[in-house]
T-cell receptor
Framework: KNEVEQSPQNLTAQEGEFITINCSYS?????LHWLQQHPGGGIVSLFM???GKKKHGRLIATINIQEKHSSLHITASHPRDSAVYIC????????FGTGTSLTVIP | DGGITQSPKYLFRKEGQNVTLSCEQNLNHDAMYWYRQDPGQGLRLIYYSQIVNDFQKGDIAEGYSVSREKKESFPLTVTSAQKNPTAFYLC???????????FGQGTRLTVV
């Protein structure tokens, strides 16, 4: 059983579309992270959340602690947003989702 | 600025050789972690350390070794006993209250 489940696994969008990636977790956590990984590249930390909502540019992350659920939204998507987005939760260690592979088509 | 640094970003080694991956942080974090990622899979815990001179095995520790002689450093050695060492390796650190966590950029190891 995976402690962190992400959906969808793969997502293709047209440039300009609003995108939502979901993350559900089953363990007690102190914080949740959204990470970005470009093909062949390294990991970039986008957000760390313990409650509520955070916004950075076109990216918005929300978390509902009671429902053990988080969402990452991308507004006005762009081809450079194409990457794998990974949800990670911090409990007694970090638990990672398998990632959502996003492709934004011009 | 504080942060966590992994080096190198890409590493190539011949089969049968040991290789050490570096992870350094200047955040004064007590906890440090090593994870491995294989294509199409999530990141899996190799080793973690909650305090200097102490570390614990994770889910896939076989074929790996670590040390934590300094708070700032948590190097991972991929030994020749690791059957499939080619993978992406990620280092992370967090403070005691887990209110702050940082992730390295990762090291992509290819063994030929």
């Amino acid at each position: 059983k995976n402690e962190v489940e992400q959906s969808p696994q793969n997502l293709t969008a047209q440039e300009g579309e609003f995108i939502t990636i979901n993350c559900s977790y089953s363990v007690g956590i102190s914080a949740l992270h959204w990470l970005q990984q470009h093909p062949g590249g390294g990991i970039v930390s986008l957000f760390m959340l313990s409650s509520g909502k955070k916004k950075h540019g076109r990216l918005i992350a929300t978390i509902n602690i009671q429902e053990k659920h988080s969402s990452l939204h991308i507004t006005a998507s762009h081809p450079r947003d194409s990457a794998v987005y990974i949800c990670a939760v911090a409990g007694n260690q970090f638990y990672f989702g398998t990632g959502t592979s996003l492709t934004v088509i011009p | 600025d504080g942060g966590i640094t992994q080096s190198p970003k890409y590493l190539f080694r011949k089969e049968g050789q040991n290789v050490t991956l570096s992870c350094e942080q200047n955040l004064n974090h007590d906890a440090m972690y090593w994870y491995r990622q294989d294509p199409g899979q999530g990141l899996r815990l190799i080793y973690y350390s909650q305090i200097v001179n102490d570390f614990q095995k994770g889910d896939i520790a076989e074929g790996y070794s670590v040390s934590r002689e300094k708070k700032e450093s948590f190097p991972l050695t991929v030994t020749s006993a690791q059957k499939n060492p080619t993978a992406f390796y990620l280092c992370a650190s967090s403070n005691q209250r887990d209110t702050e966590a940082f992730f390295g950029q990762g090291t992509r190891l290819t063994v030929v």
